[in-house]
Each structure stands twice: as structure tokens, then as C-alpha cells.
């Protein structure tokens, strides 16, 4: 895809002038200009009003969320025709276009790109001072198999709106800032979710990253495929080489907490624990004719059993517990299944909950597979031979806390987004769901915004955000960004608390 000549012009323009325009400014006391020219004004002289004043564009950002669709266009679930889902998975043909109008997009409005080794695209807009890491927005342009237009797209789309905001206004920002576009957010086509993230945090090796397949029939790796659409980058995908001086990420809650309290923005706090496993279950193949019950050795049944009583623990731990995927052998009508391997995800919101249900777990399914009852699992049941189980723990993220002055910072852009009745409409919360945010938080100062999605539907094609949401959620991220790079300058800080060295 080429650019427009007149984006082009503009973006010769910016990386031309802006050099030039900022020295000027930098040479001129602020009181030579007229108050009303924003353009003139740096963050760290802008009153909160003036902040205020800066305001998204909600038609650009809608436009900007459906144009991006057009690549990775899923299942239809209404008349019109941005009533679609989206299925982009990481690292398809769909997902290098969407990168490519990222690069390209940000590059117009006088971004520097850089591509790590995990295909992490980092854009990033110059602020005064060179000596300290940008501020990001960030997110991810992968979704699901059937998912929707707003679960990380929003999030993305939103930070460059955020860039076109200071661009229209000559917002001139002490740091740097830019925005993300974070690599196999999903997990859904190389099933380890936030990886890429992950690699950057130090938490994940990059050859562990490099050589995860993709789920079954593929064979495809993240390296290989990274390298077919050219976004295997020659960075190294490291904090250390790419640092960050904050993340703020915008993202539909993904859940019904936010529309059943009639809130419009959630500040969120942290994020819950989680596993995930993979539980293979080994039985015997025969003949479903001619063996009977009690001489079978079922696998779906045994994994049947098992799955059941994972909705039970969760039940009795105020936990979560969710399998995804599936699959037995030999897949026959006629034959008793003697492989299956299934998903198992458990969350909650203290690590101490989830090591409980994982003991519980590897405990109760080893009972099941020997044939035992567990809660009256072989209740009504013939019982048949035992089942060998084998169970893999393949990811684990702890619960995180995100940092405070990060929190606060969206607090205070929040009350002054809303006005008034901003008490009524915000709400502090820990995010179920894992984000990129997550990893970020390990390395400096993060938090999230969300925004409520209807009937808190999410990875379905249905997933739905209100346009005045939409643009609400962006304004937060927008004034959260800019308030964090005034607090930076105010304090002139070092964070304390390592990690983080600003």
C-alpha cells in the first residue's frame, strides 16, 4: 500500500522542520507568544485546562479502526459493513498489512520505526529531551480466530490518533513519546499469549519465543514466519536496548463489570493471575462394537471427567478454569479414543489461588485417570481400565500491580475527561484477561485504561465498543500520557524502585 502524496508531503515536511521548530521554540520565552497559539506550548507549561483543550477527533479514529479491518475480515453478524468480526491471526499475510500501515502511518506523522527480533514495532514521535525513554501507548493488531474489530485494535489505533492530536496542535512533549504494536498478543496461533512482550521483559528466552510453532495442522515457527513477511527486525527485542519511560495501554474490558455499573472508564490496577496447561491423556484404541464398557480404556471420557472437575475446583476456589482446544485420536466413529490433549486455563486474583488449583489439579486428574471417583465423577459410569495422564504447565503469569503513578495518572485524566460527574462513571479494577501490560509493568511504570464493550462480549465476532466510548477510552489515554510527561519533568524523577531507571 503507498501512502497519499499529500501524507507524503507532510511527512517530508514534519522530519524536515521539526528539528528546526523546536529549536525555535526552545529559543523563545513562552510568554512572546499568544496564549491561544497551542502549538507554541509545551507540556510542562500547559495548564490543566489547556490539557484539557486537546481533543480527539471521534469520526478519524473510527475511520482509522475500520480501515484497518479491511485486512483480516471475519464472520458478518450485521447489515452494515463494518458489522464484522475480525480474524487476523500473528504473522499472517493479513497482519503484515495492518503492520505495514502502522509503519507507514506513524512514519507520515515524523515517527522513527524500529523493528526488534520479535517483530515489535516501536514508532516514536521527539520530545526536548534525548537522554530518557519515550512514553508508549501500546497494543496489538493480531486477534482472534473469531474475533472482533476493538480487542487491541482500539488500543493501537487510539495511539496514533493520541500523534495526530499533538501534531494538529504542535504539542511540543518533554520526553519522547510513541506507540507499540506488540507482536502474537493473542497467543492464538503460536499459543503462548503476550510473548513477544514477554521476550522484551527479559520473562521469556528469544529462542523459546523464536521456536514456538503455531497450533496444530501448521508447522510454521514465530521465526520463520516473522522472517516470510519481513518483520524479523535486526533490534535485538530487549528492554535494555528499547527501554520505556512508561506504557499506558487503552483495551475493552473484555468483561460486563463497566455496562451493568453504567461506568464509562475503568482504571485498572493490576491484573489476575493465570495458568495455562496442557493435559494429555493416554487410553487405548478399540473397536467400539465389539468392547465393552467395562474393558475400555476411553480417553475423552477420562479428559471428559477431568474437565468437569476443573469447573468444580474453580466453582469451590472462587477461581476460573477454561479449556479451549481439543483434540483426540485416532478421530474415528467406530473407535474408542485412546489420545486426547485438551487446554486448561485457571485465573484468579492471588497467586496463591491459582498454585492452590494447580496442586489440586495435578493431584485430582492423576485419581481420575486411575479410574477413582472424585466428586462422584463415575457416578452412573461403568468403570473401565485406568488412563495414563501427563500434564504441562506451558505459561504461567503471576498477578500483577501496576504502578501508582501510572494509576494516578489516568485517574486525573479520566475526572477531567468526564467533568463533573466523573465520580459516578469511573471505576477501579483488576483486569481478567492478561495484556501486554503485564510484561511492561516488570520493567517500567505501567497501567491501563478500559472501556466497556457491549454485554462484555469479547473474542466473538460481536465484540461491539460504542464510537463515543471509543473516542472517551482515547481522550483518557491521550491526557494520561501527556499528564505523565508534565509529572516526569516535574520531578525530573528516577524512580526509586528498580526496575526502573527514567
Known amino acids: ?77 450485521g447489515d452494515k459493513p463494518t458489522e464484522t468480526g475480525m480474524s487476523r491471526l500473528a504473522l499472517s ?49 493480531d486477534t482472534q480466530p473469531t474475533g472482533g474489530r476493538y480487542d487491541g485494535i482500539l488500543g493501537v489505533t487510539a495511539g496514533i490518533e493520541m500523534l495526530k492530536v499533538m501534531a494538529d496542535n504542535w504539542v511540543e512533549t518533554e520526553y519522547p513519546v510513541g506507540v507499540v504494536n506488540w507482536t502474537n498478543e493473542e497467543g492464538a496461533r503460536f499459543p503462548m499469549s503476550m510473548v513477544a512482550s514477554g521476550v522484551w521483559a527479559g520473562s521469556i528466552p528469544l529462542e523459546t519465543a523464536h521456536n514456538t510453532r503455531e497450533v496444530h495442522p501448521g508447522t510454521a515457527t514465530m521465526a520463520s514466519e516473522l522472517s516470510r513477511i519481513g518483520y524479523l ?51 487405548r484404541d478399540t473397536h467400539t462394537g465389539t468392547t465393552d464398557l467395562k474393558s475400555r480404556a476411553d480417553a475423552l471420557l477420562v479428559a471428559s471427567k477431568m474437565i468437569l472437575h476443573s469447573h468444580r475446583l474453580a466453582t469451590a476456589n472462587s477461581a476460573l478454569a477454561s479449556t479451549g482446544i481439543l483434540n483426540l485420536k485416532p478421530g474415528s466413529t467406530n473407535t474408542v479414543p485412546g489420545e486426547v490433549s485438551f487446554s486448561l486455563d485457571i485465573r484468579a486474583p492471588k497467586d496463591s489461588t491459582v498454585e492452590a488449583m494447580a496442586e489440586l489439579i495435578k493431584k485430582d486428574f492423576s485419581t481420575i485417570a486411575a479410574g477413582e471417583d472424585i466428586s462422584d465423577s463415575n457416578l452412573g459410569c461403568t468403570l473401565g481400565l485406568p488412563c495414563e495422564v501427563t500434564i504441562t504447565e506451558d505459561f504461567d503469569s503471576p498477578a500483577t500491580t501496576f504502578h501508582q503513578d501510572c494509576v494516578d495518572a489516568v485517574h486525573q485524566a479520566a475526572h477531567s475527561t468526564i ?22 509493568s516488570k520493567r517500567c511504570p505501567t497501567s491501563m485504561i478500559f472501556v466497556p464493550c457491549r454485554e462484555g462480549v469479547s473474542h466473538n465476532p460481536r465484540e461491539y465498543c460504542k464510537e463515543e466510548d ?30 526502573y531507571k527514567l
Open 419 to 440: 467533568g463533573p460527574d466523573a465520580h459516578d462513571k469511573i471505576m477501579e479494577m483488576t483486569s481478567g484477561a492478561g495484556h501486554d501490560s503485564v510484561y511492561t
Open 1 to 77: 500500500m503507498t501512502l497519499p502524496a499529500r501524507l507524503q508531503t507532510a511527512a517530508r515536511f514534519t522530519r524536515q522542520c521539526y528539528p528546526t521548530l523546536r529549536a525555535v521554540r526552545r529559543a523563545v520565552p513562552a510568554r512572546s507568544f499568544s496564549a491561544s497559539a497551542t502549538w507554541q506550548l509545551q507540556t510542562k507549561e500547559m495548564t490543566d485546562e489547556q490539557l484539557a483543550s486537546l481533543k480527539v477527533n471521534q469520526g478519524r479514529l473510527m475511520e482509522d479502526i475500520h480501515h484497518t479491518c479491511q485486512w483480516g475480515t471475519g464472520q458478518k453478524w
Open 233 to 283: 527486525g535486526q533490534t535485538p527485542a530487549s528492554y535494555e536496548v528499547i527501554p520505556m519511560g512508561a506504557h499506558f495501554e487503552l483495551h475493552i474490558e473484555q468483561g460486563p463489570l463497566l455496562e451493568m455499573a453504567n461506568k464509562k472508564i475503568g482504571v485498572v490496577k493490576g491484573v489476575q493471575a493465570y495458568k495455562w496447561f496442557t493435559i494429555n491423556v493416554k487410553g
Open 93 to 141: 499475510d493479513t497482519d503484515k498489512q495492518a503492520r505495514d500501515w502502522f509503519v507507514e502511518t506513524t512514519q507520515a506523522l515524523g515517527c522513527t520505526t524500529t523493528i526488534d527480533a520479535m517483530g515489535n514495532i516501536f514508532a516514536v514521535r521527539p520530545g526536548l529531551r534525548t537522554d530518557k525513554p519515550p512514553t508508549f501507548a501500546g497494543s496489538h493488531l
Open 470 to 499: 471509543c473516542a472517551l477510552g482515547a481522550q483518557v489515554l491521550l491526557q494520561s500520557v501527556l499528564r505523565f510527561d508534565r509529572m516526569r519533568d516535574e520531578r525530573r524523577v528516577t524512580w526509586k524502585q528498580e526496575p
